[in-house]
């Protein structure tokens, strides 16, 4: 076999699947413009573990991780608390991301991969219309068969392609999701009746505010849908500490700020020579832009048209069953999640009060994990449960137009991701792809 495969970036679902493809005897390498012990951010990820058996990674040493608490979702009056209730099928562990990343690393050497770091890409080699390999800093140039594209949001490969590969460059308004994220000293004695608080528009801004209360520290976040700095972080964890006096002055971790992609899946995954997975395509859920399952189940896809490409000839029609496959199980239900996160975003914080108080949402609803697939799997309502928040939001003729509103773009996005071309050719693509992108530029405005 031994066809050489590069991989773009230590992402955990490029990572999973340069560790399969290796087994499977391709010679595959990774490079991460990172050292090795700087990959990971100092703090916990949350994610499903079922994920990693299928990318066919094997789970992590028990004492490596734990299982997360349910949160309690508040409104943004902080009146009503919804706290979620996830059953034990469906939990979620909590895991040191350093952790996670040895984990995923020492799979993938023990499986034949060759880890490069403190490589940074400058961009993809280009032959005509093909991503023939990669410029690395300092005048390498690296070819391969196949580039796989795991080097996130900000992708040095995915943003320097050119048009005629059809794919998107750059990220739009309400797209990406900027957050700061720290562990502060816990004092005092304390003790939350809700230990994962998520406030929702918290005091008027457009944005979330988190605080998981753990034995020996309070970890905090912040996001919001622009850049901000420490000014805004210490307003914030002043604002906090009025009902949390659990919080402490000192930082005892973290402390930084990063930028997560919080919206639909890429319209295009795939071109002559190269795929997207993870943060390169957008595979996180929108509602709560979590992706490291999705990632991790998006490998196993990936590795199987791979391997089912028996000429490998990883063209863009070659490819495009991967892409096929992800929308079909992961990504429709995205994309429709992408026009949830919009419609919530629209409301003000008295309609959003409105709707937490007559149980027009309810906790069931926030029940939302990184299992968590389609907005069906969101609301599941009997016809009398309907009807009786129908009537609640017919009293806000404002509100019941906004929701007119999403229903009508719901419909319309189920439309349009099932109108994706079966097969793979370039202009039928690119008109579906056009069609989709714009219909979610249309609704950010």
């Not at 392609?161 to 720290?182: I, K, M, T």
């Not at 997207?276 to 929108?286: K, L, R, Y």
């Amino acid at each position: 076999m031994g066809k050489r495969i590069l991989v773009a970036g230590a992402g955990h679902g490029g990572l999973a699947a340069a560790a399969d493809l290796a087994r499977r005897g391709y010679d595959v390498t990774v490079f991460e413009q990172n050292k090795r012990e700087d990959l990971g951010y100092d703090w916990t990820d949350i994610f499903a573990p079922r994920s990693l058996l299928a990318a066919n990674v094997p789970y992590p040493p028990r004492a490596k991780y734990e299982y997360k608490e349910n949160m309690t979702f508040f409104s943004p009056s902080q009146s009503i608390g919804l706290k979620q209730d996830i059953p034990e099928k469906e939990l979620e562990i909590k895991m040191e991301r350093k952790d996670i990343y040895t984990h995923l690393l020492s799979h993938a050497e023990k499986c034949g991969v060759k880890l490069r770091f403190s490589c940074k890409i400058k961009g993809p080699v280009m032959l005509g219309s093909r991503v023939a390999g990669l410029f690395i800093d300092g005048g390498e140039t690296v070819y391969g068969d196949l580039v796989i594209d795991a080097a996130g949001l900000d992708s040095p490969v995915r943003t320097a392609l050119p048009p005629v590969c059809g794919v998107e460059n750059d990220v739009g308004s309400f797209e990406q999701f900027f957050s700061y994220r720290a562990f502060y000293e816990r004092t005092g004695d304390f003790e939350p009746e809700d230990k994962f608080k998520v406030y929702l528009l918290h005091e008027g801004e457009m944005g979330v505010v988190w605080l998981a209360t753990e034995d020996g520290h309070a970890d905090v976040l912040i996001g919001r849908f622009e850049p901000f700095g420490m000014d805004e972080v210490n307003r914030v964890l002043d604002l906090l500490k009025r009902n949390n006096p659990q919080i402490g002055g000192k930082l005892v971790r973290g402390g930084s700020f990063a930028k997560i992609p919080v919206r639909q899946p890429l319209s295009v995954m795939v071109a002559d020579g190269w795929a997207a997975i993870g943060d390169s395509a957008f595979m996180t859920i929108p509602l709560i832009g979590s992706g490291i399952a999705n990632s991790l189940k998006a490998s196993h896809m990936l590795v199987k048209t791979i391997t089912e490409d028996k000429d490998s000839a990883f063209t863009a029609a070659t490819l495009w069953k991967y892409q096929r496959e992800y929308f079909k199980q992961l990504g429709n239900g995205h994309a429709a999640m992408a026009v949830m996160k919009l419609f919530l975003l629209r409301l003000n914080p008295y309609e959003l009060d409105f709707i937490f108080e007559k149980g027009i949402l309810t906790a069931k609803e926030f029940t939302i994990s990184s299992e968590t697939t389609n907005i069906q799997s969101m609301l599941k309502l009997s016809f009398k449960e309907f009807l009786e928040r129908a009537k609640s939001v017919c009293t806000d003729r404002i509100l019941l137009t906004k929701i007119l509103k999403v229903s009508s773009r719901l419909a319309s996005t189920f439309a349009i991701t099932a109108m994706m071309p079966r097969t793979y050719n370039r202009a039928a693509v690119t008109k579906w792809a056009d069609t989709y992108t714009s219909f979610f530029t249309k609704l950010e405005k």
